[in-house]
Structure formats: C-alpha cells, structure tokens
C-alpha cells in the first residue's frame, strides 16, 4: 500500500512539510484500523503509540501529527480522484484476477455535509464488489447531476470484461447497458416506474394467462429457482422466473432474459405475512445463467448495502463526520473504503473486533499496509 501511496502527487506547498504523503496515509490508515474515525481521535490514537511507530517505519520526525495537520492533510493535500484510484489499483492488484462476477454500483449521500437549511450534501456512487467487499472505484454525483450522468463516468474507469454490473432501477439506461457491452461486461437492471412501458410489456408476460374455452394457453419457455432463508426473525421465500420469449420484441440492447423475482416474508413472531414482486431485465442469455445463477447474481447486488454502506455508517461512524475543509469529507470515505476492503481481505467477517484486534497490536497492522 505505501509503493501506490508514493505514486500520489502533494497537492501542498513544499516549503515547511513535516509528513510526506504516503507517511501521513499509512498514519492516518493506521489509526483507522486502530478504531478512530476523526482527526482529533486519530491523532491521540497515534500520539500515543508514537514510539512504536517511530521506530517500526525508521521515521526521522519523532513526534506524530496534531489532529489539525491531518485535517489539512485530508483537506488540501490529497488529490482526491487520484487516491481514489490509487485505492482501486492497489486492490486490484492484490486480486491478481481472482476478483468475483458481480460488480454493483450505488449511490450513498454522506448525510455530515448538508448544511443547516440544505437538503443536499456529498453524494458519492461506488463502485463495488460484493463478494471481496472492495470499492474499485468512487466519483462525486454534482448536485446538478444525477447518477444516471456519473456511472459512465465511473465504470469507464475499470475493467468490465468477465464483470455483471448490477444497479437498481435508477441505472437501467440504454446508453449504460451499450457501454457495459462494448466493454465485454454484462449487465443486471431492476426495471420499475421511471420505464413504464418495459415494465408493463414483462408484468403481462409473467401474468396467469386467460384462455377462452377450446383454446389451449400459448407455450411458455418459464425456467424457475428459488431459495428459502431463515433469518433476522423471518422467514424468506424466493422465487425468480426467466424467459427468453420478449428478446426480440422489446428494444433494449443485448437482451438475453427478462425475469419476475418473488419474494414472500413470514414474520416468525407475529406470523404477518408480506409479498414483493420485482421484475428485470439483463444481458445474460439462458446459456450464460441459469435461472439459480441469477438468482444469486441479484441477490449478491445487496450487499452493497450491508457491506459497504451500512458499515460506513455504523461502524465508521461516516455521517456523524462533519469535516470543512476542502475535499476532506471525500477523502475520509475513500479512507472508510481501503479500511473495509484492508479489513475484509484479512478474512475478518466483523469488522469491530478486527479494529479492536489491530489497534491492541498496531504493528501487526502496520505490517498490513507495508509488506508485498
């Protein structure tokens, strides 16, 4: 992680630096790994495990940073697009193709930089993979945007080719799905309101068909899987159906499959009973995924939520985190993201006690950040 944190350009004026950049993000990171989520906490954190560290990385400075020198730092002296690449070609790196199918994107606002009075803040889209719970890829949505606008942008900065790129029914777009095909990827879209007549033409093809007497019912291709679950005080039923049949009647680029997904919730305790459908669309063909594989195909898009912005929010207390200056906010989350993906690659599946293990052996961390 240091070699990419060289490559990193210091946007500050060199005269009077005391930390070089990679030397202050290894610190900074340390100290996240370590349990702290702010520069006032990330700075005491580091302060007093100063000796150590001093030590361990051979640094000449023998004091740790003060809490407003690493505000600066994540303000004004870090190039934000670039870190953020730097963090997705360090994971990549590490993957060495071993990286899973599905690759979700979704939008989460860091709730710490609206404004009093405002309805808008820092809204980021991710780029992620569910299965190594690694961000590839992060851009800032402008407030004049939307995300429809900035996932082009977002995945014309990664490698798609073997990748399924799943969104929710905000991303089910032509222009996307011709991009995602041109760069050998596939794609998985939820189709719901903003694609009214898409949704209706797979609504009635999915419908229990009527038929007048004499007449027999129009041959189906349907294939069926489905998945039951118990968990979190319920009980869960899934069912996906898939067809072929609208391939060439809908004009949607690369059609391989349209398909309906039930889901039935039985609330163990009250015994209440509730019922979702959702239908969608994507570019596999019956040959590429089985009914089962896409069932597990969309079911993975999730974890998106719980595994990325459920614990930035949670554990890394991200919309509590009211930084001002600069890009700091930005360059926090990004932070957030290389601690999440540092942490999971270790083979930890709860994050707070992989926080508490490194910040009771920081050099055990360190070793983390520094060895090839």
């Avoid at 199918?101 to 808008?120: F, N, P, Q, Y």
């Avoid at 690659?345 to 926080?355: E, I, K, T, Y």
Wanted: a neutral charge; one cysteine or more; charged letters at 25%.
């Amino acid at each position: 992680l240091y070699a990419h944190f060289v490559g990193l350009e210091d946007q500050r004026d060199p005269r009077g630096v005391r930390y070089p950049l990679p030397t202050a993000l290894i610190l900074m990171t340390l100290a996240k790994l370590g349990g702290e989520d702010e520069p006032r906490g990330m700075a005491d954190w580091l302060k007093y495990r100063g000796a150590m560290l001093v030590k361990a990385m051979k640094l000449t400075r023998k004091s740790m940073p003060h809490h407003t020198t690493l505000s600066r730092i994540l303000g004004d002296a870090i190039p934000v697009e670039q870190f953020e690449r730097t963090v997705g070609d360090f994971f990549t790196s590490r993957s060495e193709g071993k990286q899973g199918v599905v690759l979700a994107i979704d939008g989460k606002t860091l709730r710490g930089t609206i404004e009093m009075g405002e309805t808008h803040g820092l809204h980021l889209l991710a780029a992620y993979l569910p299965g190594e719970g690694v961000v590839l890829m992060q851009m800032e949505v402008d407030r004049k945007e939307n995300e429809i606008v900035a996932a082009p942008r977002v995945l014309q900065c990664l490698d798609l080719r073997g990748k399924v790129v799943i969104g929710d029914a905000l991303h089910t777009q032509r222009e996307l799905s011709v991009q995602i095909l041109d760069a050998d990827g596939d794609y998985l879209w939820t189709v719901k309101d903003n694609h009214p007549r898409l949704r209706d033409h797979i609504q009635t093809l999915f419908e229990p068909e009527s038929c007048v007497p004499g007449f027999s019912p129009s041959h189906k291709d349907f294939r069926t899987a489905g998945t039951l679950d118990k968990g979190h005080g319920r009980i869960e039923r899934r069912t996906l159906t898939v067809s072929s049949l609208l391939n060439e009647y809908l004009d949607w680029p690369g059609l391989g499959q349209v398909f309906q997904l039930e889901r039935q919730f039985v609330h163990i305790k009250s015994g209440k009973v509730s019922h979702e459908t959702v239908y969608g669309i994507t570019s596999l063909s019956s040959e590429k995924a089985s009914p089962a594989e896409l069932l597990t195909l969309s079911r993975q898009y999730w974890g998106i939520e719980n595994g990325l912005h459920y614990r930035r929010d949670v554990t890394f207390k991200e919309d509590r985190c009211r930084l001002k200056i600069g890009q700091a906010a930005r360059v926090m989350a990004s932070l957030n993201n290389l601690v999440l993906g540092l942490i999971l690659s270790q083979g930890f599946s709860n994050v707070p006690d992989a926080r508490r293990r490194y910040c009771a052996r920081p050099l055990e961390a360190l070793d983390l950040l520094t060895r090839a």
